[in-house]
RNA sequence: CGGGGCGUGGCGCAGCCUGGUAGCGCGCGUGUUUUGGGUACACGAGGCCGCCGGUUCGAGUCCGGCCGCCCCGACCA
């Protein structure tokens, strides 16, 4: 993508509404524009980053059995009468109406819907157990949005549903998504902590919720260093093993981990290494057993002829929350600092010369190689102009083409996380970085 | 929803108290200059002063109503 030719309105100055570091760099970067009060456009920029996340979420719930369906913003009350929670969900929820004057509303969430689906074609507990998830735009009407992206009225989430004929089986569908989080979060470039959590509004009894370290985090946590040192990538632990997803969950919720609300001192005092911090919610499981398949009227026949109401579980992953999330975690007082795996691109190449015709050729040479991975600064401004945007834009390498590097046959190559720079002949750079 | 604050060129703000026809910085355009960390100078474009109504010879400024946005708190992926 040529600079010049995108869509990317960086500020030097901070929008006066901005409040946390997230939201004053996703402003200033040009990621996203606000169009009402807790509502965004997203932006060329800001959209990639978006698209990046929703991929690893996306992979990472298709390696664990998931299967990804789309299902509409819009549900008809109706349906939502049937579960109860029309009444129950509150102001939250905001409701419409159409031509014909039914009742609608814009979903905050699906467990209904996808009840819904499931029973109008699942009959036999042959077809059982699954996991669906869609990724999709929520609305749920805060009284008071804030924090930009972080804590928005629309916004675009994960959500999977598990079915299993009973407990022990929905159990392990929690631990697979459980272990879909954990590398989802460490492939997202931060580290995530399950603790568990109240079930909240939506019910049940086994639930955690992920919370990612960062200092400007929202919420005091108290844990153990051996969660920093946890791996997840791999094969270290196999979906498909029902002892190596249980060595898993034990050690997920063995060692001490816990909010404000959770905290306690006793068990706290025990713990040999500990860590204290700040974090943010991206992430929240539940199991909530029949609590939706049993008043839907949801059941398949079991081996036996007998009616058999499936045990449910939902899952949520706050996608657009994350981008605010993960600046929150890397960033520094020049601008973000973007994981390798979500960066908009992987590298910048900045023409300190536009219109040189070396310098020129250089970078269109480099831009090709790269093949859409990296964007160009082809703009006529000032070489400070151009560091200062790509140390804002974030992307992790910066490939600087000046006029005397180039009559050299060198650029310089520069790491936005480490700030280390580097001059490398300029046929090395693409295998080095690409 | 309780408490507080703010709406003036794209962004950040002044002007409002003490009405007289809108200003500064950044950005944008043109030219010169500069040429590896937001260069300097000159010229220029750009504003139903959130909306509606009222007071007045005259309203960005005073009065009333409405709308929008932000912050603190209670609440949440």
Same mark, same amino acid.
């Given at each position: 993508? =040529?600079?010049?030719?995108?869509?990317?309105?960086?500020?030097? +100055?901070?929008?006066?509404?901005?409040?946390?570091?997230?939201?004053?760099?996703?402003?200033?970067?040009?990621?996203?524009?606000?169009?009402?009060?807790?509502? #965004?456009?997203?932006?060329?920029?800001?959209?990639?980053?978006?698209?990046?996340?929703?991929?690893?979420?996306?992979? +990472?719930?298709?390696?664990?059995?998931?299967?990804?369906?789309?299902?509409?913003?819009?549900?008809?009350?109706?349906?939502?009468?049937?579960?109860?929670? #029309?009444?129950?969900?509150?102001?939250?929820?905001?409701?419409?109406?159409?031509?014909?004057?039914?009742?609608?509303? $814009?979903?905050?969430?699906?467990?209904?819907?996808?009840?819904?689906?499931?029973?109008?074609?699942?009959?036999?507990?042959?077809?059982?157990?699954?996991?669906?998830?869609?990724?999709?735009?929520? $609305? =749920?009407? +805060?009284?008071?949005?804030?924090?930009?992206?972080?804590?928005?009225?629309?916004?675009?989430?994960?959500?999977?549903?598990?079915?299993?004929?009973?407990?022990?089986?929905?159990?392990?569908?929690?631990?697979?998504?459980?272990?879909?989080?954990?590398?989802?979060?460490?492939?997202?470039?931060?580290?995530?902590?399950?603790?568990?959590?109240?079930?909240?509004?939506?019910?049940?009894?086994?639930?955690?919720?992920?919370?990612?370290?960062?200092?400007?985090?929202?919420?005091?946590?108290? #844990?153990?260093?051996?969660?920093?040192?946890?791996?997840?990538?791999?094969?270290?632990?196999?979906?498909?093993?029902?002892?190596?997803?249980?060595?898993?969950?034990?050690?997920?919720?063995?060692?001490?981990?816990?909010?404000?609300?959770?905290?306690?001192?006793?068990?706290?005092?025990?713990?040999?290494?500990?860590?204290?911090? =700040?974090?943010?919610?991206?992430?929240?499981? $539940?199991? $909530?057993?029949?609590?939706?398949?049993?008043?839907?009227?949801?059941?398949?026949?079991?081996?036996?002829?007998?009616?058999?109401?499936?045990?449910?579980?939902?899952?949520?992953?706050?996608?657009?929350?994350?981008?605010?999330?993960?600046?929150?975690?890397?960033?520094?007082?020049?601008?973000?600092?973007?994981?390798?795996?979500?960066?908009?691109?992987?590298?910048?190449?900045?023409?300190?010369?536009?219109?040189?015709?070396?310098?020129?050729?250089?970078?269109?040479?480099?831009?090709?190689?790269?093949?859409?991975?990296?964007?160009?600064?082809?703009?006529?401004?000032?070489?400070?102009?151009?560091?200062?945007?790509?140390?804002?834009?974030?992307?992790?390498?910066?490939?600087?083409?000046?006029?005397?590097?180039?009559?050299?046959?060198?650029?310089?190559?520069?790491?936005?996380?480490?700030?280390?720079?580097?001059?490398?002949?300029?046929?090395?750079?693409?295998?080095?970085?690409?």
């Amino acid at each position: 993508m =040529r600079l010049s030719r995108t869509l990317a309105p960086t500020l030097k +100055e901070t929008p006066a509404e901005a409040q946390i570091v997230s939201h004053r760099l996703m402003l200033r970067a040009g990621l996203v524009r606000q169009t009402a009060a807790g509502i #965004y456009a997203w932006l060329p920029m800001g959209f990639r980053v978006l698209q990046n996340i929703a991929r690893i979420v996306r992979e +990472e719930q298709d390696a664990v059995g998931a299967q990804e369906m789309l299902m509409p913003t819009i549900q008809p009350a109706e349906l939502w009468r049937t579960s109860g929670r #029309y009444d129950a969900y509150g102001p939250e929820m905001l409701r419409i109406r159409d031509r014909h004057e039914r009742d609608m509303l $814009f979903g905050p969430t699906n467990e209904e819907m996808i009840t819904d689906i499931f029973r109008q074609s699942v009959k036999s507990y042959r077809e059982l157990p699954q996991m669906l998830y869609h990724i999709q735009w929520k $609305f =749920r009407d +805060e009284v008071r949005p804030r924090f930009g992206v972080m804590r928005g009225r629309e916004f675009l989430m994960k959500d999977a549903y598990s079915f299993d004929l009973d407990y022990p089986g929905a159990v392990i569908s929690y631990r697979k998504m459980m272990l879909a989080y954990m590398r989802t979060f460490q492939r997202l470039g931060v580290k995530a902590i399950p603790m568990e959590a109240e079930s909240g509004p939506i019910g049940g009894n086994l639930s955690h919720e992920f919370i990612i370290l960062a200092a400007t985090g929202e919420s005091e946590v108290w #844990y153990d260093a051996g969660f920093e040192r946890m791996d997840f990538s791999g094969s270290a632990v196999s979906h498909q093993s029902e002892a190596d997803l249980e060595r898993f969950f034990a050690e997920m919720t063995t060692p001490y981990a816990a909010t404000d609300e959770k905290h306690d001192p006793a068990a706290w005092d025990k713990v040999s290494d500990q860590r204290q911090g =700040r974090g943010i919610e991206v992430g929240h499981i $539940f199991y $909530f057993g029949t609590k939706y398949s049993a008043p839907m009227g949801l059941s398949v026949a079991g081996r036996d002829g007998i009616p058999v109401v499936p045990h449910m579980g939902s899952y949520g992953i706050g996608v657009s929350r994350l981008v605010g999330a993960l600046i929150e975690a890397h960033h520094d007082a020049a601008g973000i600092v973007w994981p390798e795996s979500v960066a908009p691109f992987r590298a910048a190449i900045l023409n300190l010369k536009v219109g040189d015709p070396l310098c020129d050729r250089v970078c269109e040479d480099l831009y090709a190689r790269f093949a859409g991975a990296a964007l160009y600064d082809d703009r006529e401004d000032r070489a400070g102009v151009k560091f200062a945007d790509a140390d804002l834009m974030g992307h992790p390498w910066q490939i600087v083409v000046g006029p005397r590097g180039a009559a050299a046959g060198v650029v310089e190559l520069k790491r936005r996380a480490t700030g280390e720079k580097l001059e490398l002949p300029i046929d090395a750079v693409h295998a080095r970085i690409g």
